[in-house]
C-alpha cells in the first residue's frame, strides 16, 4: 500500500507564496513519476503541474505558469511545489499523485493516468 503525504497548505494573503510537499511512504517504486492537481469547490479535479522521474520533463497548466515551480529531490523522496502569486483564485485543495514508470523523462497530465493519490492539502487565499 502507498501513501501520499502532502503538506505546506494553509491561509494566507493574495501575493504571499507557500511550498506544498508530497512524499509517498509505505510500498515504494524505483521510478515514478509525479503531478499535482487542485480542486475548486464543486468543480473536476484539474492539471496543476507534473514532473518526470528524472525531473527533466516538466509541464504546467496555463493558468499557473510563470508562478508556480514543481520540483523534486529524489534522495529525500519528496516532490515539491512552490506556489508564488497566489491570487484567491488559486484556492483550492492541492492534490499529489504518483505513477510508477520504466522510463526517467516522461510525464503525465491526466488524472486517470495516475496510480496513488494523497488526501490533499488546502490553500486559502484571501484577499
Known amino acids: 500500500q502507498v501513501q501520499l503525504v502532502e503538506s505546506g497548505g494553509g491561509l494566507v494573503l493574495a501575493g504571499d507564496s507557500l511550498r506544498l510537499s508530497c512524499a509517498p511512504s509505505?510500498?515504494?517504486?524505483?521510478?515514478?513519476?509525479m503531478g499535482w492537481f487542485r480542486q475548486f469547490p464543486g468543480k473536476e479535479r484539474e492539471f496543476v503541474a507534473a514532473?518526470?522521474?528524472?525531473?527533466?520533463?516538466?509541464s504546467y497548466a496555463d493558468s499557473v505558469k510563470g508562478r508556480f515551480t514543481i520540483s523534486r529531490d529524489n534522495a529525500k523522496n519528496t516532490v515539491y511545489l512552490q506556489v508564488s502569486s497566489l491570487k484567491p483564485e488559486d484556492t483550492a485543495r492541492y492534490f499529489c499523485?504518483?505513477?510508477?514508470?520504466?522510463?526517467?523523462?516522461?510525464?503525465?497530465?491526466?488524472?486517470?493516468?495516475?496510480?496513488?493519490w494523497g488526501q490533499g492539502t488546502q490553500v486559502t487565499v484571501s484577499s
Open positions: 499523485a504518483v505513477r510508477p514508470v520504466a522510463y526517467g523523462s516522461t510525464i503525465y497530465v491526466r488524472g486517470y493516468e495516475y496510480n496513488y
Open positions: 509505505g510500498r515504494t517504486f524505483n521510478n515514478y513519476a
Open positions: 514532473i518526470s522521474w528524472s525531473g527533466g520533463t516538466i
